[in-house]
């Protein structure tokens, strides 16, 4: 039996079992073919940050990785490099993607969650993915990158498509929304080369350093990116977030009491079931130790932050929400130079959706017991959040 069996059902069952019996596991990878396994949080850690560490494909030993292809004009993104590539795109980005301009995000985030909770009216049931942690990230990314509201819809789609794809069904779906998404940046950096506008997509096509600048590659594998990561992300921690307080209503019951301690709620919410259960594979361009176990140049790595943020070496009593907690240093949106770009956007529009949802419906509480959580590891996220609501 592999020993990640169970991960997708009930992973911090399999993770606590993994961490009690080897720092490093080999397991079966997502794709069926072999891969090692990190789940205590110094080995995580430290992963995370290891140079030794490639996230460039090129590394793979042949026929040891499979992994979902995309065509080079989306693949040429931060998710699959290394320094120097790594550091000058992510430098020419920082000048587009700024503190200032994520600060400027929190009325217009504000402003969006009020409006999808106007559309719920005073009292019922909904599911409040579908009705909220799914269209308010979509709107404000697009708002950011300045796509228009006509095709905010399918990318919504092609995103889901990719996270979660059920090839049973339909097995070209995730080859369709890379085609349609490709084709469809194409065209909107085409228009936004000819009439450009107060966006991050204009200011990315325009930012240089030194006479350096994106190419046109570049340019579309980070659109693609901080679409996919800005709004998967999100959504995930959104319902996590929300999830977690209707389980543990005492919490919630503080929460509501001392709204000032949501920014470290959300640290407590992002350590607690963060939105990924893999991190992004990793490659060693040499034989690396990690553990104890001697991982072969080349062969696949998997490091786990849920894992490691439930470990309890670092976080005592792990597998208990408490937002009093001190979560800093958890790893659930990475560590190192691969730390998210859009790591304070993210938890501000936690933050902002908690916010407005518990001040919006003094009653809140679970709808249905039985939820269906998401079929990737990839985004640790539900299917469906049906709540009941009364102002």
Same mark, same amino acid.
């Given at each position: 039996?592999?020993?990640?069996?169970?991960?997708?059902?009930?992973?911090?069952?399999?993770?606590?079992?993994?961490?009690?019996?080897?720092?490093?596991?080999?397991?079966?990878?997502?794709?069926?073919?072999?891969?090692?396994?990190?789940?205590?949080?110094?080995?995580?850690?430290?992963?995370?940050?290891?140079?030794?560490?490639?996230?460039?494909?090129? &590394?793979?030993?042949?026929?040891?990785?499979?992994?979902?292809?995309?065509?080079?004009?989306?693949?040429?993104?931060?998710?699959?490099?290394?320094?120097?590539?790594?550091?000058?795109?992510?430098?020419?980005?920082?000048?587009? #993607?700024?503190?200032?301009?994520?600060?400027?995000?929190?009325?217009?985030?504000?402003?969006?969650?009020?409006?999808?909770?106007?559309?719920?009216?005073?009292?019922?049931?909904?599911?409040?993915?579908?009705?909220?942690?799914?269209?308010?990230?979509?709107?404000?990314?697009?708002?950011?990158?300045?796509?228009?509201?006509?095709?905010?819809?399918?990318?919504?789609?092609?995103?889901?498509?990719?996270?979660?794809?059920?090839?049973?069904?339909?097995?070209?779906?995730?080859?369709?929304?890379?085609?349609?998404?490709?084709?469809?940046?194409?065209?909107?950096?085409?228009?936004?080369?000819?009439?450009?506008?107060?966006?991050?997509?204009?200011?990315?096509?325009?930012?240089?350093?030194?006479?350096?600048?994106?190419?046109?590659?570049?340019?579309?594998?980070?659109?693609?990116?901080?679409? #996919?990561?800005?709004?998967?992300?999100?959504?995930?921690?959104?319902?996590?977030?929300?999830?977690?307080?209707?389980? &543990?209503?005492?919490?919630?019951?503080?929460?509501?009491?001392?709204?000032?301690?949501?920014?470290?709620?959300?640290?407590? #919410?992002?350590?607690?079931?963060?939105?990924?259960?893999?991190?992004?594979?990793?490659?060693?361009?040499?034989?690396?130790?990690?553990?104890?176990?001697?991982?072969?140049?080349?062969?696949?790595?998997?490091?786990?932050?849920?894992?490691?943020?439930?470990?309890?070496?670092?976080?005592?009593?792990?597998?208990?929400?408490?937002?009093?907690?001190?979560?800093?240093?958890?790893?659930?949106?990475?560590?190192?130079?691969?730390?998210?770009?859009?790591?304070?956007?993210?938890?501000?529009?936690?933050?902002?959706?908690?916010?407005?949802?518990?001040?919006?419906?003094?009653?809140?509480?679970?709808?249905?017991?039985?939820?269906?959580?998401?079929?990737?590891?990839?985004?640790?996220?539900?299917?469906?959040?049906?709540?009941?609501?009364?102002?």
């Amino acid at each position: 039996m592999d020993p990640a069996d169970g991960l997708l059902d009930h992973p911090y069952d399999a993770y606590r079992r993994l961490r009690d019996t080897a720092p490093v596991h080999r397991i079966a990878g997502p794709d069926g073919t072999p891969a090692w396994l990190v789940t205590r949080y110094d080995d995580v850690r430290a992963a995370l940050a290891d140079p030794r560490l490639s996230l460039d494909k090129r &590394h793979a030993t042949a026929g040891t990785y499979k992994g979902f292809s995309l065509p080079p004009a989306l693949d040429a993104n931060l998710l699959n490099m290394d320094p120097p590539d790594h550091t000058r795109i992510r430098r020419l980005v920082g000048r587009a #993607f700024t503190t200032r301009r994520m600060e400027q995000l929190r009325t217009p985030i504000r402003r969006t969650a009020d409006r999808l909770l106007d559309a719920l009216g005073p009292h019922g049931t909904t599911d409040l993915i579908a009705a909220y942690a799914a269209p308010l990230p979509i709107t404000v990314i697009c708002d950011l990158l300045g796509i228009p509201d006509q095709h905010r819809l399918d990318f919504r789609v092609w995103t889901d498509t990719l996270v979660a794809p059920d090839p049973a069904a339909r097995p070209d779906a995730a080859r369709e929304a890379v085609v349609a998404m490709l084709g469809y940046f194409t065209r909107l950096l085409a228009d936004k080369r000819s009439a450009p506008a107060d966006d991050l997509l204009s200011d990315l096509i325009s930012v240089r350093e030194k006479g350096d600048r994106l190419s046109e590659d570049e340019l579309m594998s980070l659109a693609f990116l901080i679409l #996919f990561a800005g709004y998967e992300n999100t959504v995930q921690l959104i319902g996590n977030a929300v999830l977690a307080l209707l389980q &543990h209503p005492e919490q919630l019951a503080a929460l509501r009491k001392d709204m000032t301690q949501l920014p470290a709620a959300v640290q407590e #919410f992002l350590r607690y079931e963060g939105p990924a259960l893999l991190a992004i594979r990793r490659f060693p361009v040499e034989d690396v130790t990690i553990g104890g176990v001697t991982v072969p140049a080349g062969e696949t790595v998997w490091v786990s932050p849920s894992a490691a943020d439930r470990d309890p070496d670092r976080f005592p009593d792990p597998d208990r929400l408490d937002l009093t907690r001190d979560a800093s240093g958890h790893l659930a949106l990475g560590h190192g130079i691969h730390h998210c770009l859009g790591a304070p956007l993210a938890r501000a529009e936690t933050e902002i959706a908690v916010a407005a949802l518990l001040e919006r419906f003094p009653e809140l509480g679970l709808a249905d017991d039985e939820l269906r959580w998401r079929r990737s590891l990839r985004a640790r996220g539900l299917v469906e959040l049906p709540v009941t609501y009364s102002t």
